[in-house]
């Protein structure tokens, strides 16, 4: 009678099941943690800015290798429902657009003036800076909308809402992704954290219609990519 911990077969198939959790756990462990450190807790400001931007470049390859069979399944289910993806991150760029404009409209009923925001001014520094256009191409247009919606979206709403109804996780993901983008606390970033929390409702509401994090994510990089364009001239 033959020993299953000797079948070759039976040892390969237990190591991969003992380390591809413990791999991926590491990957989005490190891309978890190593984004509230630079972001969050604005440890990236001590960087200069291709720094900061290559960082950026480097957190979206690691989220993407982290969430790799995730994403594979999203592209197929992508590939599979072409037309009704394009449909959705359009409608969802269009919905964004509506839905800030709304809050930004509702502001100045009552009372408060949206300013330039401080995450928009330091954004525009780095095309008058020093910072490299290819970076600034792939940092601001590109990797920053894979790994915040990767953390806000993919990871934040997904660990929540195994406590939590999905309305409430949907609400603290928005409020999460507008406080991220405050860098002070002055009037007016408490006004434009109102704005950039109904932008982070709407990246929100589109991955939980299809639970697809490519659709925020189109959304996100259409949103910025045509401003880090600019900035890169």
């Known amino acids: 009678m033959t020993d299953n911990n000797d079948n070759p077969t039976m040892k390969q198939a ?41 960082i ?13 069979l995730v994403l594979l399944t999203a592209t197929k289910q992508v590939w599979e429902t072409k ?7 359009c409608a969802g760029f269009l919905g964004m657009n509506i839905l800030t404009t709304i809050t930004g409209f509702l502001l100045k009923i009552f009372g408060f003036i949206t300013e330039t925001s401080q995450n928009e001014t330091r954004v525009a520094e780095l095309g008058n800076g020093n910072a490299l256009p290819f970076l ?13 919606e990767l953390v806000f979206r993919q990871f934040l709403i997904g660990f929540l809402e195994r ?22 606390f002055t009037a007016s970033e ?23 994090v490519y659709m925020p994510i189109g959304v996100h990089v259409w949103n910025n990519l045509p401003n880090a364009l600019l900035l890169a001239q």
């Not at 950026?56 to 790799?68: F, M, N, Q, S, T």
């Not at 309305?167 to 993901?173: D, M, N, P």
């Open 14 to 54: 237990l190591t991969k099941a003992i380390t591809e959790p413990s791999e991926k756990t590491f990957l989005i462990g490190f891309f978890l943690i190593t984004y509230v450190l630079l972001f969050p807790l604005r440890l990236s400001t001590f960087f200069p800015d291709n720094a900061r931007l290559a």
């Open 163 to 184: 406590y939590i109804p999905t309305w409430a996780a949907i609400a603290i993901s928005s409020l999460s992704f507008g406080l991220i983008h405050m860098h002070g």
């Open 56 to 68: 950026y470049v480097v957190l979206a390859i690691d989220g993407i290798v982290a969430y790799r």
């Open 83 to 89: 037309i009704r993806s394009i449909i959705v991150v």
């Open 136 to 148: 600034v191409v792939l940092g601001v247009g590109v990797a920053g909308p894979i790994v915040e």
């Open 190 to 212: 408490w006004v434009n954290l109102c704005v950039y929390s109904a932008m982070g409702l709407s990246f929100s509401l589109i991955y939980a219609l299809d639970r697809n």
